[in-house]
T-cell receptor, first 113, second 110 residues
Framework: NAGVTQTPKFQVLKTGQSMTLQCAQD?????MSWYRQDPGMGLRLIHY???????DQGEVPNGYNVSRSTTEDFPLRLLSAAPSQTSVYFC????????????FGSGTRLTVV | GEDVEQSLFLSVREGDSSVINCTYT??????LYWYKQEPGAGLQLLTY?????DMKQDQRLTVLLNKKDKHLSLRIADTQTGDSAIYFC??????????FGKGTTLSVSS
């Protein structure tokens, strides 16, 4: 049982490049979310999913795209990276009831130059 | 939208109690959480409280909930240097996901 696995752990992109941050969980969780963490801003919700085939926007969705074709995977795509997307990205998942909170991955530190 | 509010910094001496406060936004929130983040690490769930409870105790941690004022607090008894971290309050907003405050940095001095 690996929990929530995020890859890569570190990434440097040039402005305008695209990439996909991977997130996978092996706990059969229906709910998955992406957050970004910036100094002094806490965690802000980018996109979330309540099940396979269902996604929705969070607080800061612009510049990001998601899909949920399977229960296990919830990739986050940066279509054209900008320096403002330099951040630490966390993926999280949860049981439907939320009684146990969300389980977080260890994060991806992204720098856009 | 409205924010989950927390004070940004708290400094205590080892052995004292720490109290971290949070004001949340949604009176219909069913679950409220406290997470801990150590430097360079992800978020670890410390404890949670269901909205029909006023208090929950878990070893050194006590969570108090005032639904009328939408106020949540986390008390850490006998604070240790290993408790130095960022503490996040979060609420689950139905149909979405967890919404977090900006975090309170707890500094424990010996």
């Amino acid at each position: 049982n690996a929990g929530v696995t995020q890859t890569p752990k570190f990434q440097v992109l040039k402005t305008g490049q695209s990439m996909t941050l991977q997130c996978a969980q092996d706990m059969n969780h229906e709910y998955m979310s992406w957050y970004r963490q910036d100094p002094g801003m806490g965690l802000r919700l980018i996109h979330y999913s309540v099940g396979a085939g269902i996604t929705d926007q969070g607080e800061v969705p612009n510049g990001y795209n998601v899909s949920r074709s399977t229960t296990e995977d919830f990739p986050l795509r940066l279509l054209s990276a900008a320096p403002s997307q330099t951040s630490v990205y966390f993926c999280a998942s949860s049981y439907d009831s939320h009684a146990y909170g969300y389980t977080f991955g260890s994060g991806t530190r992204l720098t856009v130059v | 939208g409205e924010d989950v509010e927390q004070s940004l910094f708290l400094s205590v001496r080892e052995g004292d109690s720490s109290v971290i406060n949070c004001t949340y936004t949604d009176s219909s929130s069913t679950y409220l959480y406290w997470y801990k983040q150590e430097p360079g690490a992800g978020l670890q769930l410390l404890t949670y409280i269901f909205s029909n409870m006023d208090m929950k105790q878990d070893q050194r941690l006590t969570v108090l909930l005032n639904k009328k004022d939408k106020h949540l607090s986390l008390r850490i008894a006998d604070t240790q240097t290993g408790d130095s971290a960022i503490y996040f309050c979060a609420e689950y907003q139905a149909g979405t996901a967890l919404i977090f405050g900006k975090g309170t940095t707890l500094s424990v001095s010996s």
